[in-house]
Protein backbone atom coordinates (compact mmCIF):
# COMPACT_ATOMS: atom_id res chain seq x y z
CA UNK A 1 0.00 0.00 0.00
CA UNK A 2 1.21 3.31 -1.19
CA UNK A 3 -0.05 7.16 0.73
CA UNK A 4 0.38 9.54 -1.33
CA UNK A 5 0.71 13.45 -0.45
CA UNK A 6 0.65 16.48 -3.13
CA UNK A 7 2.48 19.71 -2.74
CA UNK A 8 3.65 22.58 -4.50
CA UNK A 9 0.12 23.98 -5.85
CA UNK A 10 -0.79 27.55 -6.30
CA UNK A 11 -1.85 30.64 -7.79
CA UNK A 12 0.45 31.67 -10.93
CA UNK A 13 -0.10 34.20 -13.91
CA UNK A 14 -0.39 32.80 -17.35
CA UNK A 15 2.86 32.44 -18.95
CA UNK A 16 4.48 31.21 -15.19
CA UNK A 17 5.83 27.94 -13.64
CA UNK A 18 5.02 25.86 -10.68
CA UNK A 19 6.60 22.56 -9.67
CA UNK A 20 4.10 20.22 -8.05
CA UNK A 21 5.49 17.58 -5.95
CA UNK A 22 4.24 14.11 -4.87
CA UNK A 23 5.63 12.28 -1.58
CA UNK A 24 4.45 8.76 -0.17
CA UNK A 25 3.77 9.01 3.50
CA UNK A 26 3.95 4.99 3.30
CA UNK A 27 5.48 3.00 0.42
CA UNK A 28 7.99 3.64 -2.23
CA UNK A 29 7.28 5.49 -5.47
CA UNK A 30 9.92 3.81 -7.27
CA UNK A 31 7.43 0.19 -6.93
CA UNK A 32 5.12 1.70 -8.83
CA UNK A 33 3.82 3.43 -12.18
CA UNK A 34 3.41 6.88 -11.56
CA UNK A 35 1.10 9.27 -12.98
CA UNK A 36 -0.30 12.49 -12.78
CA UNK A 37 -3.68 13.85 -13.04
CA UNK A 38 -5.97 16.73 -13.54
CA UNK A 39 -9.53 18.09 -13.01
CA UNK A 40 -11.08 21.38 -13.28
CA UNK A 41 -14.28 22.61 -12.17
CA UNK A 42 -16.88 21.21 -14.50
CA UNK A 43 -14.73 19.38 -16.45
CA UNK A 44 -13.80 15.60 -16.46
CA UNK A 45 -10.71 14.02 -15.21
CA UNK A 46 -7.93 14.18 -17.50
CA UNK A 47 -4.60 12.42 -17.59
CA UNK A 48 -1.82 14.49 -17.76
CA UNK A 49 1.67 12.63 -17.74
CA UNK A 50 2.79 8.82 -16.60
CA UNK A 51 6.42 7.32 -15.68
CA UNK A 52 6.90 3.65 -15.68
CA UNK A 53 9.60 2.13 -13.27
CA UNK A 54 11.96 1.95 -16.26
CA UNK A 55 11.51 5.76 -16.96
CA UNK A 56 9.52 5.46 -19.92
CA UNK A 57 6.89 8.57 -20.13
CA UNK A 58 4.10 9.30 -21.56
CA UNK A 59 2.41 13.00 -22.15
CA UNK A 60 -0.67 14.45 -22.77
CA UNK A 61 -0.37 16.17 -26.13
CA UNK A 62 -1.39 19.52 -24.61
CA UNK A 63 0.97 19.49 -22.14
CA UNK A 64 4.09 18.23 -24.10
CA UNK A 65 7.18 20.54 -24.25
CA UNK A 66 5.76 22.44 -21.21
CA UNK A 67 5.28 19.93 -18.52
CA UNK A 68 8.00 17.33 -16.97
CA UNK A 69 7.05 14.28 -15.02
CA UNK A 70 10.17 13.32 -13.01
CA UNK A 71 11.25 10.84 -10.06
CA UNK A 72 13.72 11.57 -7.11
CA UNK A 73 14.08 8.09 -6.02
CA UNK A 74 16.03 9.36 -2.72
CA UNK A 75 13.61 11.56 -1.71
CA UNK A 76 11.06 9.07 -2.86
CA UNK A 77 9.31 12.05 -4.66
CA UNK A 78 6.89 12.34 -7.90
CA UNK A 79 7.54 15.43 -9.57
CA UNK A 80 5.70 17.65 -11.94
CA UNK A 81 7.48 20.90 -13.73
CA UNK A 82 4.69 22.85 -15.60
CA UNK A 83 6.05 25.81 -17.42
CA UNK A 84 3.87 28.56 -19.79
CA UNK A 85 0.72 27.64 -17.68
CA UNK A 86 -2.22 28.53 -19.11
CA UNK A 87 -5.89 29.16 -17.68
CA UNK A 88 -6.91 25.75 -19.72
CA UNK A 89 -4.27 24.56 -17.15
CA UNK A 90 -5.91 25.41 -13.67
CA UNK A 91 -8.01 22.42 -11.66
CA UNK A 92 -7.14 20.19 -9.07
CA UNK A 93 -3.88 17.94 -9.69
CA UNK A 94 -3.40 14.44 -8.31
CA UNK A 95 -0.76 12.10 -8.28
CA UNK A 96 -1.14 8.36 -8.74
CA UNK A 97 0.11 5.25 -8.51
CA UNK A 98 -0.56 2.42 -11.24
CA UNK A 99 -1.39 -1.42 -9.72
CA UNK A 100 -0.95 -2.55 -13.43
CA UNK A 101 1.64 -3.35 -15.47
CA UNK A 102 3.44 -0.75 -17.28
CA UNK A 103 1.98 -1.29 -21.32
CA UNK A 104 -1.26 -0.50 -19.29
CA UNK A 105 0.04 2.58 -17.03
CA UNK A 106 1.03 4.48 -20.36
CA UNK A 107 -3.02 4.15 -20.98
CA UNK A 108 -3.04 6.47 -18.24
CA UNK A 109 -6.65 5.56 -17.56
CA UNK A 110 -7.69 6.35 -14.18
CA UNK A 111 -8.89 2.74 -13.94
CA UNK A 112 -5.63 1.10 -13.55
CA UNK A 113 -4.07 3.59 -10.81
CA UNK A 114 -5.86 2.31 -7.72
CA UNK A 115 -3.62 4.90 -5.42
CA UNK A 116 -4.49 8.78 -5.05
CA UNK A 117 -3.68 11.64 -3.39
CA UNK A 118 -5.83 14.33 -1.51
CA UNK A 119 -4.79 16.56 -4.70
CA UNK A 120 -3.04 20.36 -4.74
CA UNK A 121 -4.75 23.31 -6.44
CA UNK A 122 -3.67 25.15 -9.31
CA UNK A 123 -5.13 27.88 -10.37
CA UNK A 124 -4.17 30.46 -13.50
CA UNK A 125 -4.85 34.02 -14.11
CA UNK A 126 -5.49 35.31 -17.12
Known amino acids: QVQLVESGGGSVAAGGSLTLSCTAS????????MGWFRQAPGKKQEAVAAMTNGGSLKYVESVKGRFTISRDHAKNTLSLQMRNLGPEDAGMYYC????????????????????WGQGTQVTVSS
Open 96 to 115: AACGELWYKCVLMLPSVFPH
Open 26 to 33: EGTLSDYA
